[in-house]
């Protein structure tokens, strides 16, 4: 699962937080791997690395400060996540973070299962 997002971006803390909820379970469960990629200006980094501590995401944490993921994503919005395969191929994406999507998810997670 890669997700990004920017520390400004209060649908995206919500989803880091939703899926620190359930990342030991779809680690031990599905054997998942959660990466977060900040869009966030090299300006922000000591913001972005004071709320990774603070929250406790114990996820990857990758940044994007150029900006050429995203655009190479044609990532217009965020929170943007995709579900990515074991092959690497992109086989769900959605926009935005609302509750309920979680279970959304862990449905598109279970038909992409090999």
Known sequence: IVSLWATWCGPC???LNAYKSVHEEWVKKYNVEF???STDSPKSRNRMKS???SQGWN???LQDHSGAMAADL???SIPMSYLVNGDG???????GYYDG???KLEKEIKKHLK
């Open 13 to 15: 803390r919500k989803e």
């Open 35 to 37: 990466i977060a990629i």
């Open 51 to 53: 709320m990774i501590s």
């Open 59 to 61: 996820y990857t944490m």
């Open 74 to 76: 044609n990532v217009r």
């Open 89 to 95: 191929e992109i086989v769900n994406k959605h926009l």
């Open 101 to 103: 999507y979680l279970d």
